[in-house]
């Protein structure tokens, strides 16, 4: 059950190394996040978040059916090249040979497109500080968060000169997701969760 406090969950640990932090995650059965050395419980999801995820999935994930670039649920970490942030995010593309931060392949290096999906409890960290991380990472070119408040999707997308420029939220039609040349309903994306 998802956690409806709107403040962030106090850090699990005291200072850890990602090295330290991945041993940790790695032999634990719940999830958590890394931070600049702090370590955050992942905290459960509401059945609006799984079935926007569930649908954005398998949309997208027919659509890209056969091309070079794949979609992935939230089972995968991403971090950026400083190494000082871990995170799961809801579903990410990746787009090409995949890559990955060491020989257990769970932590992927270089996503093209990542989504997040906005719930009480973590839309300021989402697009606060996981966007500031996720800026961070080279192969990056479109971060979307999808509100589970209402109809509504925020884009922000990588510039040429490498600058991130946000969006004006979509509240009507689709969004475009650039990197896969796809067009995504937002009818699509809500379907079966009353959300207007």
């Known amino acids: 059950m998802e956690n409806n406090m709107v403040q962030e969950a106090a850090p ?8 330290e932090y991945l041993e940790l995650e790695r032999a634990s059965d719940e999830k958590h996040e890394y931070f600049d050395g702090q370590v955050y419980n992942m905290a459960g ?5 799984v079935q926007v ?5 398998i949309s997208t994930g027919s659509f890209l059916k056969g091309k070079e670039c794949s979609i992935y649920s939230s089972d995968l970490k991403v971090t950026n090249k400083q190494k000082d942030a871990y995170t799961y995010p809801d579903l990410l593309i990746v787009c090409g040979k995949k890559e ?3 020989e257990m392949a769970d932590v992927l290096l270089n996503p093209s497109v990542i989504i997040e999906i906005l719930s009480l409890s973590t839309r300021s960290i989402d697009k606060g500080r996981k966007f500031f991380y996720y800026q961070e990472i080279k192969s990056l070119n479109e971060y979307f968060m999808i509100d589970t408040i209402k109809q509504r999707v925020f884009t922000a997308r990588k510039q040429p000169d490498e600058r991130w420029l946000t969006e004006l939220p979509v509240e009507t039609g689709s969004i475009f997701i650039e990197t896969i040349n796809f067009h995504l309903s937002l009818s ?9």
Do not use: C, L, Q, R
């Open 45 to 49: 999801a509401s059945m609006n978040h």
């Open 12 to 19: 699990k640990y005291n200072y850890y190394s990602p090295a």
């Open 100 to 102: 990955f931060d060491d």
């Open 188 to 196: 699509d994306i809500y379907n079966g969760t009353g959300i207007e």
């Open 53 to 57: 995820s569930a649908n954005v999935f």
